[in-house]
């Protein structure tokens, strides 16, 4: 139903309501009140997939075609204690490239250990494709990192194939449905352990017409079964400058219309998230805004 916003968080146990109730992503009524800040700290990736262009920032979490600034742990840490002295409204740190933060897992962790120290009042948020996830949980864990994003665009194989067309996995790259096959059970090998250890996990999953549309009620279900507490359906974003989809020239993204048809059909007992702004991985700010230059390093020098 479309109660109020109270209403709509109200259903939820204590423990859990403390932790989505200042999280924009993870509330929409949140979201009206409280921002987040990204810190571009991994620029590797370990898979590939067909929406990518390696140039930009990682499309799982952001809006293709652009392009962040990388900085060093050290340096976002600097940052992030600057803005969050800057904006009282930023409650939560997230890390969402520009490539696939645990694909790094030296310079994420990193990020996070200092700040965990530095900064104990600003939750610590982190997205991921999910390949490398089962070996980092515990030490994400270990860093009081209460939400999670995965990226999962399948559950089949067969449908993986047409979107991931290799992976590296064990110093070498792996192709087509292996490699798909691999991924998805990486995915939901990590999906499961975070549930587990009681952190919120939310799964993204860009829609792409002709590909995955169909499929993906099918992986609201089983990611649903699984625990997880929100999924974001995100448009692939086709746009000329930023190159054709790799596998298949002339891939469109979806209408409003059928982005909207799709989450109807998604939106169970797990709550649909609606709202999401596909935010570059160094955005600064209210969702939807970027207070990004308000911030460069030089600036933040003659704040201190
Ligand atoms: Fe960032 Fe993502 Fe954490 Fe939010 S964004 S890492 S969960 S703090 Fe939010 Fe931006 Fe959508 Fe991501 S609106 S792209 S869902
Ligand atoms: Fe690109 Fe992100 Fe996919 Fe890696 S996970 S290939 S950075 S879209």
């Not at 259903?11 to 949140?30: G, M, Q, T, Y």
């Not at 293709?64 to 990388?70: A, T």
């Not at 610590?124 to 209460?146: F, R, W």
């Amino acid at each position: 139903g479309c109660g109020s916003s109270a209403d709509r968080l109200s259903h939820l146990p204590e423990a859990i309501r403390a932790k989505v109730d200042n999280h924009p992503c993870f509330s929409e009524d949140a979201h009206h009140h409280y921002a987040r800040m990204h810190v571009a700290v991994a620029p590797a990736c370990n898979i590939q997939c067909h929406y990518c262009n390696r140039k930009y920032d990682c499309s799982n979490e952001s809006r293709p075609g652009v392009v962040s600034e990388l900085l060093t742990p050290d340096r976002a840490v600097k940052k992030v204690i600057a803005v969050a002295a800057n904006i009282p409204q930023m409650t939560v740190l997230g890390i969402a490239g520009p490539g696939d933060p645990l694909a790094n897992p030296e310079r994420t962790l990193e990020t996070f250990r200092q700040l965990s120290e530095k900064a104990p009042d600003i939750r610590l948020c982190v997205s991921t494709n999910g390949l490398a996830l089962p070996e980092v949980v515990d030490e994400i864990c270990k860093h009081n990192i209460e939400h999670v994003t995965i990226t999962i665009n399948c559950v089949d194989p067969d449908v993986g194939a047409k979107i991931y067309p290799w992976i590296f996995w064990n110093n070498r790259r792996v192709k087509g449905r292996k490699a798909a096959e691999i991924l998805i059970a990486q995915q939901q090998k990590g999906l499961e352990m975070l549930v587990e250890r009681g952190v919120l996990v939310k799964v993204n999953s860009v829609l792409i017409p002709g590909v995955n549309d169909e499929h993906l009620k099918e992986v609201s279900r089983a990611v649903k079964a699984k625990g997880a507490f929100l999924h974001n359906v995100m448009p692939l974003i086709a746009e000329p400058e930023h190159g054709t989809f790799y596998g298949l020239m002339g891939q469109r993204g979806p209408s409003n219309e059928e982005l909207q048809t799709l989450q109807d059909a998604c939106a169970g007992d797990m709550a649909m998230m609606r709202h999401c702004r596909q935010c570059r991985a160094d955005a600064v700010g209210m969702l939807g805004e970027d207070r990004g230059h308000e911030f460069t390093l030089d600036k933040i020098e003659t704040m201190e």
